[in-house]
Nanobody, 124 residues
Framework: QVQLVESGGGLVQAGGSLRLSCTTS????????MAWFRQGPGKEREFVAG????????DYADSVKGRFTVSRDNAKNTVYLQMNSLKPEDTAVYYC?????????????????WGRGTQVTVSS
């Protein structure tokens, strides 16, 4: 079983920055794709960003391109989401997800392992 634990959420003013971290433990795949999803109030969970094992492939939702950056440190079993120029519409619970695949998927069904989420609130 794979455990994922997110951290780094909080309250920030619009225009500010936060960096989320997700650390995996337990059974770990040697080649995992990691992703961040988010779920705002009354909304469905949506893809935010993803990165493959070799960090040579990333994908971003259009709404965060140019503002968010996903990265990973495989030695630390940790993936990061640097969020800059935050907007009130970025307010959501952010979830880390993992899959034992090579490609970056953008749907929730492609990720069997999930963290419990961390709240990000952006005030205007």
């Amino acid at each position: 079983q794979v455990q994922l634990v997110e951290s780094g959420g909080g309250l920030v003013q619009a225009g500010g920055s936060l960096r989320l971290s997700c650390t995996t433990s337990g059974r770990t795949f040697t080649r995992t794709t990691m992703a961040w999803f988010r779920q705002g109030p009354g909304k469905e969970r949506e893809f935010v960003a993803g990165i493959n094992w070799f960090s040579d492939a990333t994908d971003y939702a259009d709404s965060v391109k140019g503002r968010f950056t996903v990265s990973r440190d495989n030695a630390k079993n940790t993936v990061y989401l640097q969020m800059n120029s935050l907007k009130p519409e970025d307010t959501a619970v952010y979830y880390c997800a993992a899959a034992g695949t090579l490609g970056v998927g953008v749907t929730t069904g492609q990720y069997p392992y999930w963290g419990r989420g961390t709240q990000v609130t952006v005030s205007s």
